[in-house]
């Protein structure tokens, strides 16, 4: 059973910052690609950034420059630091683990950005 928990979501200031952090367990966390989501009121939940188990990362075109995905494998953590934020990216944001034919989901943390 794996879980996932995120924190560090908050309100914030149009151009602010905020890191966010997924903490893992019940997996051998290290072999498994995590990603970030985020939902925003009415819309459908949309990619956001991803980390492969060697590091390599993947944005969506709307955040490329600002976020940056991490990843401590010691810790069992992923972080998503979100820098020049904007109102749209007002969301719920989703930590995810990547797995065949499942991914598992945390609960998401609430980021809202003010302009």
């Known amino acids: 059973q794996v879980q996932l928990a995120e924190s560090g979501g908050g309100l914030v200031q149009s151009g602010g910052s905020l890191r966010l952090s997924c903490a893992a367990s019940?997996?051998?966390?290290?072999?498994?690609?995590m990603g970030w989501y985020r939902q925003a009121p009415g819309k459908q939940r949309e990619f956001v950034a991803s980390?492969?188990?060697?590091?390599?990362?993947n944005y969506a075109d709307s955040v490329k420059g600002r976020f940056t995905i991490s990843r401590d494998n010691a810790k069992n953590m992923v972080y998503l630091q979100m820098n020049s934020l904007k109102p749209e990216g007002t969301a719920v944001y989703y930590c995810?683990?990547?797995?065949?034919?499942?991914?598992?989901w945390g609960q998401g943390t609430q980021v809202t950005v003010s302009s």
């Open positions: 995810t683990q990547y797995r065949t034919g499942k991914n598992y």
């Open positions: 980390i492969s188990s060697g590091g390599s990362t």
């Open positions: 019940g997996s051998i966390f290290s072999i498994y690609a």
